[in-house]
């Protein structure tokens, strides 16, 4: 399908690109001042701004007739910065687009214009600032076109986060810390995430580990000589239970020795995401430490399943190595789930659903199944291997997912939504009464600063003024990292430098 965006401005082309993927599979989108004859759907879009508001106008033709015309406006202060007048007239704009969209396609976007990864932000963002509930809703409905049962949605979130955080607004002035550790018994078809297979790599797995280990010595060092605390540390990845057991006490001992009142931390998390990981050795390291909560993700149920995508282990390894842990000791586990894997549909779905419910972990991820660009999955998207179900089955099963988790206890605490993400859907985090992981909520609100020390760790500064944001990432790739870990602990340390500056100034005007 061959779509083509026709406009004399050019600022607000990136968002309306994106709004198009929403309505069709795998569009070509362009964009330009020119008519362009052989595309299949061709969208003129105009606007202006008179007397504090702005005007948009769409009009969307195929075969050279005119098929549908949509208006929309906004309004702005007259007093509005340049930035506020563009952000009413690219909100106008794009729904003028999904206006006449959804009356070519015949669908319905249940998240309205919004293609970004964090929605609930706008929710805090307006009870930040102290806005009744209702204009909120307004807002969400009227200006962003969400509907009624999301924003419902959001606000369960929101709300059940609030609780489990009562100081979330507050959290600023401590930080955060995610440690990536980049390697996996094999990659997952649909990953992107930094995950080097680990087999034939202990050269690669010993001088990651030192630099790791001189992170988090000299970070640690500077956190706990400036006096800020820890709110919580997520071990990521990769799977950091791919390295041995005697390599994880090593490198949690180094986390004590070198963080600042490590048992004032609210939650250490250690993804032990692969089954095939997990041994009695390394559960008997996690309970040393005191770890509080870990992941064992299936992700399905389905044993062709798993091995389509690439996941080297057995659906019964699954079952074996949560008893096992549960066993151990481990009372807070998650499990991720995804909706859409290749070759799957309602009935298979429904089967996982049920496998879970022998289990019942404390917390589970649902994710629908995003084609991201790097994965195999996406370079092979065409191919019957990789064939997916259809957007009505993507909503069945989500659908399901939401009734499964009610029926047994779970509510939703975090949300997030990714590009090309199937049905337009999102990824919800359910969790049983008190068992919310803390990082999910900070990493996905932004809320507050986000280390990262490891391979392809991402640090995350928030302002603390401000709230505006900066990022700083270490290398994916093991060798790189090695090469420039010294570089990176520099520069994050600078970073800090600059952060606690901001966050001095946020305690005197307090």
Same mark, same amino acid.
């Given at each position: 399908?061959?779509?083509? *965006? ?8 990136r968002?309306?690109?994106h ?17 362009? &004859?052989?595309a299949d ?13 702005? +005007? ?8 050279g007739v ?6 929309r406006s ?16 690219? *909100? ?8 006449? *969209? ?10 309205g ?8 932000? %706008? ?6 600032r102290?806005?009744?509930r ?9 200006e962003? *076109? ?7 949605l959001?606000e ?20 955060s810390v ?19 297979d680990?087999?034939g790599r202990?050269?690669?797995v ?12 000299v ?11 820890? $709110? ?6 990769? $799977? ?15 986390m ?11 939650e %250490? ?12 050795e ?6 040393k ?8 993700? &299936? ?17 019964q ?11 151990s000791?481990?009372n807070?586990?998650?499990?991720? =789930?995804?909706?859409g894997?290749?070759?799957?549909g309602?009935?298979h +779905? ?7 419910? /022998? ?9 629908t =199944?995003?084609?991201k ?12 291997k990789?064939?997916?179900?259809t957007r009505?089955?993507i ?13 047994h206890?779970?509510?939703?605490y975090?949300?997030?939504?990714? /590009? ?16 919310d992981? =803390? ?13 990262g ?6 640090? /995350? ?12 990432a ?17 520069? /994050?340390?600078?970073? %800090? ?7 001095r ?6």
């Amino acid at each position: 399908m061959k779509i083509h *965006l026709r406009a004399a401005d050019p600022s607000n082309e990136r968002a309306l690109c994106h709004i198009v993927p929403l309505f069709y599979e795998n569009p070509e989108v362009t964009f330009g001042t020119e008519s362009k &004859p052989d595309a299949d759907i061709e969208i003129e879009l105009s606007h202006e701004e008179k007397d504090g508001e702005a +005007f948009a106008w769409a009009k969307l033709r195929t075969a050279g007739v005119d098929r549908h015309t949509s208006e929309r406006s906004g309004r702005f202060e007259r007093n509005a910065s340049p930035e506020e007048r563009r952000k009413a007239v690219r *909100l106008a704009a794009s729904r003028a687009l999904v206006d006449v *969209l959804t009356r070519e396609s015949g669908l319905v976007q249940p998240w309205g214009i919004l293609t970004g990864v964090r929605p609930t932000k %706008l929710l805090h963002d307006g009870l930040r600032r102290g806005q009744p509930r209702e204009e909120v809703r307004r807002t969400l409905r009227e200006e962003y *076109l969400v509907t009624d049962e999301k924003i419902a949605l959001m606000e369960r979130i929101v709300d059940r986060q609030l609780s489990s955080l009562p100081d979330l607004y507050d959290l600023r002035e401590e930080v955060s810390v995610y440690i990536g550790i980049p390697f996996c018994p094999t990659k997952c078809a649909y990953c992107t995430f930094p995950a080097y297979d680990i087999n034939g790599r202990q050269g690669s797995v010993n001088g990651f580990l030192h630099g790791l280990h001189e992170e988090i010595r000299v970070i640690g060092g500077w956190l706990r000589d400036h006096g800020v605390r820890i $709110t919580t540390v997520y071990f990521g990845g990769g $799977t950091p239970t791919s390295i041995t057991a005697e390599e994880m006490d090593r490198l949690y001992a180094e986390m004590h020795a070198s963080f600042p009142d490590v048992d004032r931390i609210r939650e %250490l998390t250690v993804e032990a995401g692969r089954p095939d990981t997990i041994t009695p050795e390394k559960l008997d390291v996690l309970k040393k430490w005191n770890i509080h909560r870990i992941s064992i993700n &299936p992700q399905s149920y389905i044993q062709q399943t798993l091995d389509v995508i690439g996941r080297h282990h057995t659906v019964q390894e699954t079952i074996d190595k949560f008893r096992l842990a549960r066993s151990s000791g481990m009372n807070n586990i998650n499990m991720d =789930l995804i909706i859409g894997l290749p070759g799957e549909g309602p009935e298979h +779905f429904a089967f996982t659903l049920a496998e879970t419910e /022998k289990l019942m972990p404390e917390s589970l991820t649902v994710h629908t =199944l995003s084609f991201k660009r790097a994965s195999e999955m996406t370079q092979h998207r065409g191919e019957e291997k990789f064939r997916v179900a259809t957007r009505e089955e993507i909503g069945r099963m989500m659908e399901d997912a939401t009734r499964w988790t009610e029926e047994h206890g779970y509510g939703p605490y975090y949300l997030y939504r990714q /590009k090309n993400i199937l049905g337009n859907l999102e990824n919800v985090g359910y969790a049983l009464p008190g068992m919310d992981s =803390l990082y999910n909520i900070l990493i996905i609100e932004e809320m507050q600063s986000i280390v990262g020390l490891g391979c392809g760790a991402t640090s /995350k500064w928030v302002d603390a003024r401000t709230g505006e944001i900066s990022r700083l990432a270490n290398p994916k790739e093991p060798k790189a990292y090695i090469d420039t870990y010294r570089k990176y602990i520099d520069l /994050k340390l600078a970073e %800090l430098e600059k952060w606690n500056a901001s966050r001095r100034q946020g305690i005197t005007v307090g």
